[in-house]
């Protein structure tokens, strides 16, 4: 089945820019998410790329997508405090139901 | 205000007991989820609903089962065939499973197991 991986965790400076990557086995992808959990809090949808795009900004976000290595990555510019959550990964494949595969998550902890 | 909602947020079971997790929306969402968090895993689909009346068998179903006899509820009952129930339980909801597909999350019932 499909596989959607992300490194676990990741620290960072406040100010600093975050990166967070993912690396994805489905070719057949249509859309790929970035969402962000807060603590004991359900998903929020962050942003989202359509496959045939290689880039997308959105104000301090900005994901990159590499379709022929199949990696996708978020881009969190002057990142905050309040940016400290735990960010996924999600894809969308083209069959039947259009099934959305989450990654694992990577914790981002952003230090003042 | 529209949303999606779960309740209650935290919930202790005793083993071998069944337990029913609700799941409300008021978005006139069709299709409907629910899974399964831990840590260091992600999320794992449990079962899927595309319409009122249907619902499908998501990648871990075993030990659970689930109704959706009005469009805006999604009850998910964890019966005492589910091993491992300790977890966090997400619910989501969408228009549909085409396009975008945007999935709006509640925000999690916390299952313990005593």
């Known amino acids: 089945g499909e596989d959607v991986e992300q490194s676990l965790f990741l620290s960072v400076r406040e100010g600093d820019s975050s990166v967070i990557n993912c690396t994805y086995t489905?070719?057949?992808?249509?859309?790929l998410y970035w969402y962000k959990q807060e603590p004991g809090a359900g998903l929020q949808l962050l942003t989202y790329?359509?496959?045939?795009?290689d880039m997308k900004q959105d104000q301090r976000l900005t994901v990159l997508l590499n379709k022929k290595d199949k990696h996708l990555s978020l881009r969190i510019a002057d990142t905050q405090t309040g940016d400290s959550a735990i960010y996924f990964c999600?894809?969308?494949?083209?069959?039947?139901?259009?099934?959305?595969?989450f990654g694992t998550g990577t914790k981002l902890q952003v230090i003042p | 205000d529209g949303g999606i909602t779960q309740s209650p947020k935290y919930l202790f079971r005793k083993e071998g007991q069944n337990v029913t997790l609700s799941c409300e929306q008021n978005?006139?969402?069709?299709?409907m989820y629910w899974y399964r968090q831990d840590p260091g895993q992600g999320l794992r689909l449990i079962y899927y609903?595309?319409?009122?009346?249907?619902?499908q068998k998501g990648d871990i179903a075993e030990g659970y089962s689930v109704s959706r006899e009005k469009k805006e509820s999604f009850p998910l009952t964890v019966t005492s065939a589910q091993k491992n129930p300790t977890a966090f339980y997400l619910c989501?909801?969408?228009?549909?499973?085409?396009?975008?597909?945007?999935?709006?999350f509640g925000p999690g019932t916390r299952l313990t197991v005593l």
């Open positions: 989501a909801s969408s228009t549909g499973t085409s396009g975008n597909n945007e999935q709006f």
């Open positions: 999600a894809e969308k494949d083209s069959g039947g139901y259009q099934k959305v595969t």
């Open positions: 978005l006139n969402h069709d299709a």
């Open positions: 609903s595309q319409i009122v009346n249907d619902f």
């Open positions: 790329i359509f496959s045939n795009m």
């Open positions: 489905d070719s057949s992808s249509t859309y």
